[in-house]
Nanobody
């Protein structure tokens, strides 16, 4: 079993930056795709970014391209989401997800077996 713990959320002004971390324990996630999803109040959870097992491929939802960067350090069993130029509409609970294996479906939350508890990101306008 894999446990995922997110950290790094908080309150930031629009235009600011945050770096989220997702630390895995229990088993390594180095063989799996890891993704970040987010859920804003009264909205469905949505895909944000994903990184392949070796870190060679990444994917982003259109609204964060050029602002967010996903990366991973498999030696530390940790995945990061660097968020720059934050906007009020980025406000949400951000979830780390792991255990996916098919890159074709990396944006689909149904593929992910393991989920963290989430970390709140609030961007003030």
């Amino acid at each position: 079993q894999v446990q995922l713990v997110e950290s790094g959320g908080g309150l930031v002004q629009a235009g600011g930056s945050l770096r989220l971390s997702c630390a895995a324990s229990g088993r390594t996630v180095s063989n799996y795709i890891v993704g970040w999803f987010r859920q804003a109040p009264a909205k469905a959870r949505e895909f944000v970014a994903a990184v392949s097992a070796r870190g060679s491929s990444t994917a982003y939802t259109d609204s964060v391209k050029g602002r967010f960067t996903i990366s991973r350090d498999n030696t530390m069993n940790t995945v990061y989401l660097q968020m720059n130029s934050l906007k009020a509409e980025d406000t949400a609970v951000y979830y780390c997800a792991g255990g996916a294996v098919l890159w074709t479906f990396a944006t689909k939350e149904e593929q992910y077996k393991y989920w963290g508890q989430g970390t709140q990101v609030t961007v003030s306008a």
